[in-house]
């Protein structure tokens, strides 16, 4: 995996990829193969013509492509020519150089795990971020890493408080289920969008460990209040299914008056 440039050769490449590639594969796999319900694309109302961040749970190397580029399909507004719509993405992941080269164009950019904030990949994702030569949509996933039951980790990575820190952007936590096997055929994905979160308090706060922990925390209490309104709503789904579909009492037998 590369990073593109000058940015505008970025912006331009990686645009025509996600929309010549990306979001008619993720239409037909999400929308013809499978079952995908969203709630709360109105949240992206409130930071249309903003760079910000998206904060999904990590189950699945599908999850950039249903967290960001599917929700996003359904706002047109964030994926075009004044966008640029990218996730930070481990190149480890990545097999094979084909796919490494695919994926950049399609704006993956390449974060070494162990190196820090101070790695170029971040340090230019915020410079493009502060310049605002676009609009920057940019996926990171507050757990660092992919969870393996599909439940969200006890603790978030401070990485994403950094990057918050640094550039003031808003976040929109994104909560989905049911990705763990993507992709399927006949599957059930639910997939919530949380209110946009914005930081503006922590600006004028010391960069340091506490500050960037404490933006870190903040975004995951707000995806586990998700994570419990997904559940709970599905669970409450299976409880009436299970009550309409369990045998009734035979009506009581009136006995003939004598």
């Known amino acids: 995996m590369f990073i593109l440039k000058p940015d505008d050769l970025r912006f331009d490449l990686t645009f025509a990829a996600q929309r010549a590639f990306m979001l008619p594969l993720v239409w037909f796999v999400f929308r013809v193969l499978n079952d995908v319900r969203v709630e709360g694309l109105e949240h992206f109302e409130e930071v249309e013509g903003e760079s910000i961040i998206l904060a999904p749970n990590h189950t699945s190397a599908w999850d950039s492509w249903v967290g960001t580029v599917w929700a996003l399909s359904a706002r047109k507004r964030f994926v075009d020519r004044e966008s640029y719509t990218c996730v930070l993405a481990a190149p480890e992941n990545v097999p094979t150089p084909a796919l490494k080269l695919l994926t950049s164009l399609l704006g993956a950019i390449p974060v070494d795990r162990e190196r820090g904030v101070e790695q170029f990949a971040l340090q230019d994702t915020v410079r493009i971020m502060r310049e605002g030569k676009r609009n920057v949509v940019l996926t990171v996933y507050p757990e660092g890493t992919r969870s393996r039951d599909g439940r969200l980790r ?49 600006r004028d706060a010391a960069p340091g460990s506490a500050t960037y922990r404490g933006i870190t925390e903040e975004i995951m209490t707000s995806l586990r209040g998700l994570e419990a309104d997904v559940l709970g709503a599905r669970r409450a789904r299976r409880a009436r299914a299970s009550a309409a579909a369990a045998p009734r009492p035979p009506a009581p037998v009136e006995s003939a008056a004598s």
Do not use: C, S
Not at 169 to 196: D, E, Q, S
């Open 154 to 202: 006890q603790r978030g990575k401070a990485g994403i408080g950094w990057l918050v820190h640094e550039t003031n952007a808003p976040v929109v936590p994104i909560y989905h289920h049911g990705a763990t096997r993507m992709p399927g055929l006949g599957m059930n994905l639910r997939l919530k969008v949380g209110k946009p979160l914005r930081f503006d308090r922590y």
